[in-house]
């Protein structure tokens, strides 16, 4: 007796299930849980390495320590002021994101402008 063959997937058919698979589950998220898992994806690439405010804040609602919705006044304007624009970057500007990212990230970039420079204002 002749078994049927079972065809076996490709790589891209493969990719095209988990893709549909992964927007289905995006849709279902919050908009809070979208942003945090672009959050995971930029911690668990080691993005957030070094000891600065933002950093910590990232591996804070990474680790799900705590919710977007829990967080301090303070700690809502950091996520909102250099946490957003960089997972913003990320989201919509993949093409420019590297770049962006490496912008954002260099010290002097949320420096606060300096009190002579706003007297000429």
């Given at each position: ?6 065809p076996v997937p490709t790589p ?40 600065r405010p933002e950093d910590d ?15 301090s006044d303070g700690e809502r ?45």
């Amino acid at each position: 007796m002749k078994q049927a063959s079972i065809p076996v997937p490709t790589p891209a058919d493969v990719e095209v299930l988990l893709s549909i698979q992964l927007q289905d589950e995006w849709e279902s998220m919050t908009e809070d849980e979208q942003w945090l898992s672009i959050l995971d994806i930029l911690v668990d690439e080691g993005r957030f390495d070094k000891d600065r405010p933002e950093d910590d804040l990232a591996h804070k609602l990474s680790s799900e320590e705590v919710g977007i919705n829990e967080l301090s006044d303070g700690e809502r304007d950091l996520y909102e002021e250099r946490l957003m624009p960089m997972m913003a970057a990320y989201m919509y500007r993949p093409a420019t994101f590297e770049a962006e990212f490496a912008e954002m990230r260099q010290p002097e970039f949320f420096d606060p402008p300096d009190p002579d420079q706003l007297t000429l204002l």
